[in-house]
T-cell receptor, first 110, second 113 residues
Framework: GQNIDQPTEMTATEGAIVQINCTYQ??????LFWYQQHAGEAPTFLSY????GLEEKGRFSSFLSRSKGYSYLLLKELQMKDSASYLC???????????FGKGTTLSVSS | GAVVSQHPSWVICKSGTSVKIECRSL??????MFWYRQFPKQSLMLMAT?????????EQGVEKDKFLINHASLTLSTLTVTSAHPEDSSFYIC?????????FGPGTRLTVT
């Protein structure tokens, strides 16, 4: 079966750093994705990891450890607009659909 | 590039009627498209995989006779919710695959009264 776990909710303040963890147990692994989703909108792509290590992209970074089935998304210099749901997704096999975790709702306060 | 559109963006229908949702890849061809459903405060759940020119593959628990999928061309897939009921009210999101990238449409909000 496929299982992707991430915390349900997190809170943080403007300017801070927050780390959203994701653990996965899937039948295969062909990449891990992070998406941001605002209420009522479709997900937007943030990052992609297929090899172990850290991928940095501006204020956002994502880390992957395949041996541990673990990833995290790091958001720096938080802004109010970063309040959203963050979805961790795994592609078990190349060319197949992404399987999503339940998402982490991040609330950023001033 | 890599834009996916959905139509309509929202629809309200009466219980027992059918609703068709279109998903188009605007600037690329997609032999494979995916349909997801998202209930409030929940994540995206894969409903089916749509392959151009062949029958869709449905996930376990998704009724293929209720959710009709047609992928008649390389740029268009349609999802028809037949005999809709209030419990079918949800956010339906399509996604198109090109290479190893999966691009999402803006979603369709379906409300069944």
């Amino acid at each position: 079966g496929q299982n992707i776990d991430q915390p349900t909710e997190m809170t943080a303040t403007e300017g801070a750093i927050v780390q959203i963890n994701c653990t996965y147990q899937t039948s295969g692994f062909n990449g891990l994705f992070w998406y941001q989703q605002h209420a009522g909108e479709a997900p937007t792509f943030l990052s992609y990891n297929v090899l172990d290590g850290l991928e940095e992209k501006g204020r956002f970074s994502s880390f992957l450890s395949r041996s541990k089935g673990y990833s995290y998304l790091l958001l720096k210099e938080l802004q109010m607009k970063d309040s959203a749901s963050y979805l961790c997704a795994v592609r078990p096999v190349a060319g197949t659909a992404l399987i999503f975790g339940k998402g982490t709702t991040l609330s950023v306060s001033s | 590039g890599a834009v996916v559109s959905q139509h309509p963006s929202w629809v309200i229908c009466k219980s027992g009627t059918s609703v068709k949702i279109e998903c188009r890849s605007l600037d690329f061809q997609a032999t494979t498209m995916f349909w997801y459903r998202q209930f409030p405060k929940q994540s995206l759940m894969l409903m089916a995989t749509s392959n151009e020119g062949s029958k869709a593959t449905y996930e376990q628990g998704v009724e293929k006779d209720k959710f009709l999928i047609n992928h008649a061309s390389l740029t268009l897939s349609t999802l028809t919710v037949t005999s809709a009921h209030p419990e079918d009210s949800s956010f339906y999101i399509c996604s198109a695959l090109t290479g190893n990238e999966q691009y999402f449409g803006p979603g369709t909000r379906l409300t069944v009264t």
